[in-house]
T-cell receptor
Framework: EPEVTQTPSHQVTQMGQEVILRCVPI?????FYWYRQILGQKVEFLVS????????KSEIFDDQFSVERPDGSNFTLKIRSTKLEDSAMYFC????????????FGPGTRLTVL | AQSVTQLGSHVSVSEGALVLLRCNYS??????LFWYVQYPNQGLQLLLK??????LVKGINGFEAEFKKSETSFHLTKPSAHMSDAAEYFC?????????????FGQGTTLQVKP
């Protein structure tokens, strides 16, 4: 069964450094998402991406964040200058088409900012 | 704005007992409704979803949920808990009129199953 994959599984970085989190969505899916889950808190929407552009972003997704689908396969989330409060589990998700379709989630990348 | 409330951050049941996890939503129009499960150190897996038609939805692993518009609820049930059901459960909603389909999650409920 196709699945969403994410790399790395765990990333440790120093405050102020740039990080890139990588995701490979399911191949025939058209909509892509990033969510995050701070330890002990609920899963929060960050951004959605469709047709090679951002379709919606949350208040969390400020100028420090960017997304890219560089090669038709990978979907990346970049944090330009990490802060301590960016420490969280980041989930990538994808869905095929209709908003009624299931969003399939990857296993997540745990980001630790020191 | 849509919101989701899960009553009870922690639910504990005995093996073989009924599981009931509560979810209420706030939305002017009934949204799409989802239940996801998260096992330790894993991603989110869809248990079931309500998109239209049948209000009683059956999912994987013996779980089901009933959409009740009058109560704005979508509670998750399982007749008999198994040890392997111990996990974090998230209720989520998606706006039917939205093309982006972003999910808004509840706080989550940790299910503990005692032997």
């Amino acid at each position: 069964e196709p699945e969403v994959t994410q790399t790395p599984s765990h990333q440790v970085t120093q405050m102020g450094q740039e990080v890139i989190l990588r995701c490979v969505p399911i191949s025939n899916h058209l909509y892509f998402y990033w969510y995050r889950q701070i330890l002990g808190q609920k899963v929060e929407f960050l951004v959605s991406f469709y047709n090679n552009e951002i379709s919606e972003k949350s208040e969390i997704f400020d100028d420090q964040f960017s997304v890219e689908r560089p090669d038709g396969s990978n979907f990346t989330l970049k944090i330009r200058s990490t802060k301590l409060e960016d420490s969280a589990m980041y989930f990538c998700a994808s869905r095929r088409d209709s908003s009624a379709d299931t969003q399939y989630f990857g296993p997540g990348t745990r980001l630790t900012v020191l | 704005a849509q919101s989701v409330t899960q009553l009870g951050s922690h639910v504990s049941v005995s093996e073989g007992a009924l599981v009931l996890l509560r979810c209420n939503y706030s939305s002017s129009v009934p949204p799409y409704l989802f239940w996801y499960v998260q096992y330790p150190n894993q991603g989110l897996q869809l248990l079931l979803k309500y998109t239209s038609a049948a209000t009683l939805v059956k999912g994987i692993n013996g779980f089901e949920a009933e959409f009740k518009k009058s109560e704005t609820s979508f509670h998750l049930t399982k007749p008999s808990a198994h040890m392997s059901d111990a996990a974090e459960y998230f209720c989520a909603v998606s706006d039917r009129s939205s093309n982006t389909g972003k999910l808004i999650f509840g706080q989550g409920t940790t299910l503990q199953v005692k032997p």
